[in-house]
Nanobody, 129 residues
Framework: QVQLVESGGGLVQAGGSLRLSCVASGLTFSSYDMGWFRQDPGKERKFVTAISGSGTSTYYADSVKGRFTTSRDNAKSTVYLQMNSLKPEDTAVYFC??????????????????????WGQGTQVTVSS
């Protein structure tokens, strides 16, 4: 049974930082590309970033480029999202997701929620102004 468990969310002031973690179990972690999405209530899930199974390729939404960094530790089956210079508009529930490593990698493929096989339950990030 595959499980993805996010942690690290919370309340932070604008300009602050948070690091989210997502621990995976029940799959061969290095064989999966990992994505982070975020969602506001009543809105569609939006792509934030993705990282390939080896960690050598990363993709970022324009809204977070230069502020957020994704990384992974395959020995710990964990993917991270370091969020710096947080803004109130970053407030959302953040989800990690896993997709079996894509042979053809592209931003458009990683940005599509339907590409992913497994999802975590989400963690709330609230940025106060």
């Amino acid at each position: 049974q595959v499980q993805l468990v996010e942690s690290g969310g919370g309340l932070v002031q604008a300009g602050g930082s948070l690091r989210l973690s997502c621990v995976a179990s029940g799959l061969t972690f290095s064989s999966y590309d990992m994505g982070w999405f975020r969602q506001d209530p009543g809105k569609e899930r939006k792509f934030v970033t993705a990282i390939s199974g080896s960690g050598t390729s990363t993709y970022y939404a324009d809204s977070v480029k230069g502020r957020f960094t994704t990384s992974r530790d395959n020995a710990k089956s964990t993917v991270y999202l370091q969020m710096n210079s947080l803004k109130p508009e970053d407030t959302a529930v953040y989800f990690c997701a896993a997709v079996e490593a894509l042979f053809i990698r592209s931003y458009s493929r990683y940005a599509r929620p339907s590409m992913y096989d497994y999802w975590g339950q989400g963690t709330q990030v609230t940025v106060s102004s």
